[in-house]
């Protein structure tokens, strides 16, 4: 079975600022893909950034860069120069063989 | 990317009634899948809509509440049955072609009074 653990409920961070969004995974596949989304008080899904668990860089995508530590079952996600509107909820999430599992994600707020 | 839309983005039900929610995706996709958001939970996985046969649900989820088509590769319905309260939330439609891609309609989001 997969598991997806977000162990911050809320988190806060001053505008320009650099951000780490912790996320720990577990699974028995040996081919997985994790993904970061994020989701807006409007709720829609906004796919971020995905990391293959063959791929050997770290996945970036603009200001956002996935720290992913196969050994230790941990990706995650580092917003840097943050900005106003990327206050919303973070989802950590992870597809083994076809499903996407969600983590409980983390409500981000980003003050002046 | 694909673009999803979905159809009606908000309603109001009574209870005792029924619900279907439409999916449209703007290019053919290989997987469809149908997400409940409950109000401040996480996403959860209904069940993944199978393009000519009956769709495969997760545990916890029936045919019978949330009877599920997908006549072609682009479309895909979710009917919500014999509602509840306890069945408020958002109802989102996702698609996938590739391991590394999955991407998300904008929710459904359902009150049931």
């Known amino acids: 079975a997969q598991k997806i653990t977000q162990t911050q409920p809320g988190m806060f961070v001053q505008e320009k600022e650099a951000v780490t969004l912790d996320c720990t995974y577990d699974t028995s596949d040996q081919s997985y893909g994790l993904f970061w989304y994020k989701q807006p008080s409007s709720g829609e899904m906004i796919f971020l950034i995905y990391q293959g668990s063959y791929d050997e860089q770290n996945a970036t995508e603009g200001r956002y860069s996935l720290n992913f530590q196969k050994a230790r079952k941990s990706a995650n996600l580092v917003i840097s120069a943050s900005q106003l509107g990327d206050s919303a909820m973070y989802f950590c999430a992870m597809r083994g063989f076809q499903k996407l599992v969600f983590g409980t994600g983390t409500r981000l707020l980003v003050s002046p | 990317s694909a673009v999803i839309s979905q159809k009606p983005s908000r309603d109001i039900c009574q209870r005792g009634t029924s619900l279907t929610i439409q999916c449209q995706v703007d290019s053919q996709v290989t997987m469809m899948f149908w997400y409940r958001q409950q109000p401040g939970q996480s996403l959860t996985l209904i069940a993944t809509?199978?393009?000519?046969?009956?769709?495969?649900?997760e545990s916890g989820f029936v045919i019978d509440k949330f009877p599920i088509s997908r006549p072609n590769l682009t479309f895909s319905t979710l009917t919500v049955s014999n509602m509840s309260p306890e069945d408020s939330s958002i109802y989102l439609c996702s698609a996938s072609d590739r391991s590394h891609e999955q991407y998300f309609g904008p929710g459904t989001r359902l009150t049931v009074t």
């Open positions: 809509a199978n393009q000519g046969s009956e769709a495969t649900y």
